[in-house]
């Protein structure tokens, strides 16, 4: 997904990270991390790790990390639109023009990236940074220990138990997509594309499912 | 056998009692998945020490579900009490990210080989995110 930025910027001191947030583990993440064929790390994360260290809630999302090992941007939408929302569910498709509007802005968010390795532009000034972080709640933090214990006990095979953990994790932390979509593909792959999925996308009304980055061209 | 799910890792220990949320472990087990250290003060890490609540040391045994929740931290378990969370609360997640230092995580590849995230201070890091659902 990444590659193309990073044969153009590797040697600039340039690195990607890619985080498989998927608790089915390596095996299942395989034939997308050898089809992207992708000569930067491409790391898998059952637990959800990274998620939780850096408050993110939904994939993609990213954080841009300076030289100095600081985040100067993030988490935020990493170049995905809400535009899917308007996808005609009988024929799974998307009108050529919202097609082309999210291939745009995507484009537009892979030129930021550049834009930052080339010249520093984007990255937030410390207090900005920090303002911009997501408030972490003891709620979320409590959700994210059920989320941990959800997944292991789908791993031992104790699956009813399992479901109990994730209801209560996606109880405490409603917005994160994250904890919702992996529980459910958990319970069968595809679940979490499946009319539950679009019904709660629905229920978002006029909320983002994938806010926008705060970068020019990008409307809020 | 219990199980200790943490940040650092996933423990077996052996669990010399659990009941009414309680998680206790001798010193080593409770050393290794707190990360903390049993000292006379109470639990120590680098130079902080947190008394142990009353009641949550027994001759060479502590709960340790006692110590993390007075550290603000969640515990969980399972029914059984086979398995434990000690998980990170807000606070502590919070006070991680204040600093703007972006957290450490190792994580394997496809081969299973681990990558630290550290390794890489130096060069400009875009780290995202994704999934196959």
Same mark, same amino acid.
């Given at each position: 997904?990444?590659?193309?930025?990073?044969?153009?910027?590797?040697?600039?001191?340039?690195?990607?990270?890619?985080?498989?947030?998927? +608790?089915?583990?390596?095996?299942?993440?395989?034939?997308?991390?050898?089809? !992207?064929?992708?000569?930067? *790390? +491409?790391?898998?994360?059952?637990?959800?790790?990274?998620?939780?260290? @850096? $408050?993110?809630?939904?994939?993609?999302?990213?954080? *841009?990390?300076?030289?100095?090992?600081?985040?100067?941007?993030?988490?935020?939408?990493?170049? +995905?639109?809400?535009?899917? =929302?308007?996808?005609?569910?009988?024929?799974?498709?998307?009108?050529?023009?919202?097609?082309?509007?999210?291939?745009?802005? =995507?484009?537009? @968010?892979?030129?930021?990236?550049?834009?930052?390795?080339?010249?520093? =532009?984007?990255?937030?000034? !410390?207090?900005?940074?920090?303002?911009?972080?997501?408030?972490?709640?003891?709620?979320?933090?409590?959700?994210?220990?059920?989320?941990?214990?959800?997944?292991?006990?789908?791993?031992? $095979?104790?699956? !009813?138990?399992?479901?109990?953990?994730?209801?209560?994790?996606?109880?405490?932390?409603?917005?994160?997509?994250?904890?919702?979509?992996?529980?459910?593909?958990?319970?069968?792959?595809?679940?979490? +594309?499946?009319?539950?999925?679009?019904?709660?996308?629905?229920?978002?009304?006029?909320?983002?499912? @994938?806010?926008?980055?705060?970068?020019?061209?990008?409307?809020? | 056998?219990?199980?200790?799910?943490?940040?650092?890792?996933?423990?077996?220990?052996?669990?010399?009692?659990?009941?009414?949320?309680?998680?206790?472990? /001798?010193?080593?087990?409770?050393?290794?998945?707190?990360?903390?250290?049993?000292?006379?003060?109470?639990?120590?890490?680098?130079?902080?020490?947190?008394?142990?609540?009353?009641?949550?040391?027994?001759?060479?045994?502590?709960?340790?579900?006692?110590?993390?929740?007075?550290?603000?931290?969640?515990?969980?378990?399972? /029914?059984?009490?086979?398995?434990?969370?000690?998980?990170?609360?807000?606070?502590?997640?919070?006070?991680?990210?204040?600093?703007?230092?972006?957290?450490?995580?190792?994580?394997?590849?496809?081969?299973?080989?681990?990558?630290?995230?550290?390794?890489?201070?130096?060069?400009?890091?875009?780290?995202?995110?994704?999934?196959?659902?």
């Amino acid at each position: 997904m990444w590659q193309v930025l990073y044969d153009e910027l590797k040697d600039r001191g340039f690195m990607v990270v890619a985080v498989a947030e998927e +608790s089915r583990g390596a095996e299942h993440a395989r034939p997308w991390i050898e089809q !992207a064929n992708a000569t930067y *790390w +491409s790391l898998i994360d059952p637990d959800h790790r990274v998620a939780e260290l @850096y $408050g993110m809630v939904n994939v993609p999302q990213s954080v *841009w990390i300076d030289e100095a090992g600081r985040i100067v941007r993030g988490p935020e939408t990493a170049g +995905s639109t809400d535009h899917f =929302r308007q996808m005609d569910l009988a024929t799974r498709t998307l009108a050529p023009e919202l097609q082309a509007a999210r291939a745009a802005a =995507r484009a537009r @968010y892979l030129d930021a990236v550049k834009a930052w390795v080339t010249t520093g =532009r984007h990255a937030l000034a !410390a207090d900005a940074a920090a303002a911009k972080l997501p408030r972490i709640t003891p709620a979320i933090a409590e959700a994210h220990a059920h989320f941990r214990l959800g997944v292991w006990l789908k791993r031992q $095979g104790r699956a !009813a138990e399992a479901e109990r953990q994730f209801a209560e994790a996606s109880r405490l932390h409603p917005d994160s997509w994250n904890m919702w979509r992996q529980a459910a593909d958990l319970e069968a792959v595809g679940n979490a +594309s499946g009319p539950a999925f679009w019904a709660r996308v629905k229920a978002l009304g006029d909320r983002a499912y @994938y806010p926008p980055p705060d970068l020019e061209g990008f409307p809020r | 056998m219990a199980t200790v799910l943490t940040e650092t890792g996933d423990f077996s220990v052996t669990a010399r009692a659990t009941g009414s949320g309680a998680l206790w472990l /001798d010193t080593t087990d409770a050393e290794r998945v707190t990360g903390w250290t049993s000292k006379p003060e109470g639990m120590c890490r680098d130079d902080v020490c947190v008394p142990l609540p009353a009641g949550a040391v027994r001759g060479d045994a502590v709960d340790v579900a006692a110590f993390w929740r007075r550290l603000d931290n969640p515990v969980l378990s399972d /029914d059984a009490g086979d398995v434990w969370v000690l998980g990170t609360g807000a606070a502590a997640r919070t006070r991680a990210l204040a600093g703007l230092e972006a957290p450490d995580v190792t994580l394997p590849d496809l081969a299973g080989t681990p990558h630290r995230l550290s390794t890489l201070r130096g060069k400009k890091v875009f780290l995202a995110t994704w999934a196959s659902w």
